[in-house]
């Protein structure tokens, strides 16, 4: 009895075992470790830069598992253009975090980076904030000269700087959490800042005493930053609508602005608004010159229209009071200019000041012709062809003898 309880024993033992070894081997089999958060961030935002080169027409040359130590894929431009791509990831968009992960980017892309290949050193994260991708490109620019730079998140943000790469920016799409989004007004071209821009990038064929501006040419849109005294997302935004209107060329090292006599007609078109004015008078007798001139030495303002025109030796109209431009028109910024008051009603103005409605396009641009501060020649010229007053015939004379060249420029 006790061999047949023991073999029973035995039976039941093994029947056990075996049911219990074959659910550990399913439980083996069936429940993988899972990959950390860390390293599932970096596998998305490695495929999500992939899928931004393969879709720009990119070939996206991914690594073998043994070299993936040095480097995350090679991409290469249907021109020939290549570049060794180094990804971090980020828990967070926050600069702290970004900028060390960019510097070890930059350091395994600079690494593993070619003859036929040039570094490009990117980081990633859920959301990057306008600030933070300005504090990353900011270092780049500091110690990071020699590599391509990219920023992205997941949310469609876009910021590439490299030759064949800005092509590649964009903005994440607005959200509204009320009703579907309306499509983007392209009048922002035309904003304060990007008017400096435009007359920045044209600056180096206008006469330097009718436009204060820098004169150089700028490969990507973090040098013209530089040279704009902007900030580089700033730029990058203004070259982006600049590209996707057509009005900068595809082909050649440089920023260079084309289809002109479009963008000339839609820049004058853009000031035409409300523009806040007021008929001033001087308060003391005298020669009135010489008062406004030592107005215009005293503070933020500059010759504007017509005044501007005759001060830059291109005057048309006359009889018209000098029109001067100030940053703001209001009780507190008249402070500045104690010889003045406004003109009671039926009274002849002195001069007319007008608020800027570009402020740092005007005052950035301002020359001083004979120690005055005037507008450049291009404010001149968007200022005053709407104006009712021979405004036209002026704005004409002045694309005749100044701009023409500049505007009708194919090339």
Same mark, same amino acid.
């Given at each position: 009895?006790?061999?047949?309880?023991?073999?029973?024993?035995?039976?039941?033992?093994?029947?056990?075992?075996?049911?219990?070894?074959?659910?550990?081997?399913?439980?083996?089999?069936?429940?993988?470790?899972?990959?950390?958060?860390?390293?599932?961030?970096?596998?998305?935002?490695?495929?999500?830069?992939?899928?931004?080169?393969?879709?720009?027409?990119?070939?996206?040359?991914?690594?073998?598992?043994?070299?993936?130590?040095?480097?995350?894929?090679?991409?290469?431009?249907?021109?020939?253009?290549?570049?060794?791509?180094?990804?971090?990831?980020?828990?967070?968009?926050?600069?702290?975090?970004?900028?060390?992960?960019?510097?070890?980017?930059?350091?395994?892309?600079?690494?593993?980076? @070619?003859?036929?290949?040039?570094?490009?050193?990117?980081?990633?994260?859920?959301?990057?904030?306008?600030?933070?991708?300005?504090?990353? =490109?900011?270092?780049?620019?500091?110690?990071? #000269?020699?590599?391509?730079?990219?920023?992205?998140?997941?949310?469609?943000?876009?910021?590439?700087?490299?030759?064949?790469?800005?092509?590649?920016?964009?903005?994440?799409?607005?959200?509204?959490?009320?009703?579907?989004?309306?499509?983007?007004?392209?009048?922002?071209?035309?904003?304060?800042?990007?008017?400096?821009?435009?007359?920045?990038?044209?600056?180096?064929?206008?006469?330097?005493?009718?436009?204060?501006?820098?004169? @150089? *040419?700028?490969?990507?849109?973090?040098?013209? #930053?530089?040279?704009?005294?902007?900030?580089?997302?700033?730029?990058?935004?203004?070259?982006?609508? =600049?590209?996707?209107?057509?009005? =900068?060329?595809?082909?050649?090292?440089?920023?260079?602005?084309?289809?002109?006599?479009?963008?000339?007609?839609?820049? *004058?078109?853009?000031?035409?608004?409300?523009?806040?004015?007021?008929?001033?008078?001087?308060?003391?007798? @005298?020669?009135?010159?010489?008062?406004?001139?030592?107005?215009?030495?005293?503070?933020?303002?500059?010759?504007?229209?017509?005044?501007?025109?005759?001060?830059?030796?291109?005057?048309?109209?006359?009889?018209?009071?000098?029109?001067?431009?100030?940053?703001?028109?209001?009780?507190?910024? =008249?402070?500045?200019?104690?010889?003045?008051?406004?003109?009671?009603?039926?009274?002849?103005?002195?001069?007319?000041?007008?608020?800027?409605?570009?402020? *740092?396009?005007?005052?950035?641009?301002?020359?001083?012709?004979? @120690?005055?501060?005037?507008?450049?020649?291009?404010?001149?010229?968007?200022?005053?062809?709407?104006?009712?007053?021979?405004?036209?015939?002026?704005?004409?004379?002045?694309?005749?003898?100044?701009?023409?060249?500049?505007?009708?420029?194919?090339?």
């Amino acid at each position: 009895m006790a061999k047949v309880i023991n073999r029973a024993v035995i039976i039941n033992t093994a029947a056990i075992l075996n049911e219990v070894g074959g659910h550990v081997k399913a439980m083996k089999n069936s429940e993988k470790p899972k990959e950390s958060p860390a390293i599932e961030r970096e596998r998305r935002a490695e495929s999500l830069l992939a899928d931004v080169f393969e879709q720009a027409g990119w070939r996206v040359e991914r690594q073998s598992k043994r070299r993936r130590a040095n480097l995350d894929f090679i991409v290469r431009h249907p021109e020939g253009v290549g570049y060794a791509v180094e990804v971090k990831a980020a828990a967070e968009g926050r600069a702290d975090r970004l900028v060390p992960l960019f510097a070890q980017a930059v350091l395994q892309s600079l690494h593993s980076a @070619g003859q036929n290949a040039a570094p490009l050193a990117v980081v990633a994260a859920p959301k990057i904030s306008e600030g933070a991708a300005n504090q990353i =490109l900011k270092f780049a620019d500091q110690y990071a #000269a020699d590599a391509a730079v990219g920023i992205i998140d997941f949310d469609g943000l876009r910021v590439f700087r490299g030759p064949n790469l800005e092509v590649l920016n964009a903005e994440p799409p607005r959200k509204s959490p009320i009703g579907p989004r309306s499509p983007r007004v392209s009048g922002h071209l035309f904003s304060d800042l990007n008017q400096w821009m435009l007359k920045v990038l044209l600056a180096p064929e206008i006469p330097e005493h009718l436009l204060s501006a820098p004169r @150089g *040419q700028y490969r990507n849109a973090s040098q013209l #930053a530089r040279a704009a005294k902007v900030s580089v997302m700033s730029a990058f935004r203004f070259v982006q609508q =600049l590209q996707n209107e057509g009005f =900068l060329s595809e082909s050649g090292p440089y920023l260079k602005v084309v289809r002109r006599d479009e963008l000339f007609r839609r820049w *004058q078109a853009s000031a035409v608004r409300s523009v806040k004015e007021a008929p001033m008078r001087f308060v003391l007798k @005298g020669d009135r010159h010489a008062q406004l001139r030592r107005m215009l030495n005293s503070g933020r303002a500059c010759l504007a229209l017509f005044a501007a025109a005759d001060a830059l030796k291109l005057g048309f109209v006359e009889g018209v009071p000098p029109y001067v431009y100030v940053e703001r028109i209001g009780p507190a910024s =008249l402070k500045a200019w104690k010889n003045l008051r406004h003109c009671e009603l039926g009274e002849p103005p002195d001069l007319i000041l007008r608020q800027a409605p570009a402020p *740092q396009s005007i005052f950035r641009g301002m020359v001083r012709p004979d @120690g005055v501060a005037s507008c450049d020649v291009l404010q001149v010229w968007v200022d005053v062809s709407s104006h009712p007053s021979r405004g036209r015939e002026q704005a004409d004379l002045v694309r005749q003898r100044v701009l023409g060249k500049v505007i009708d420029r194919k090339n």
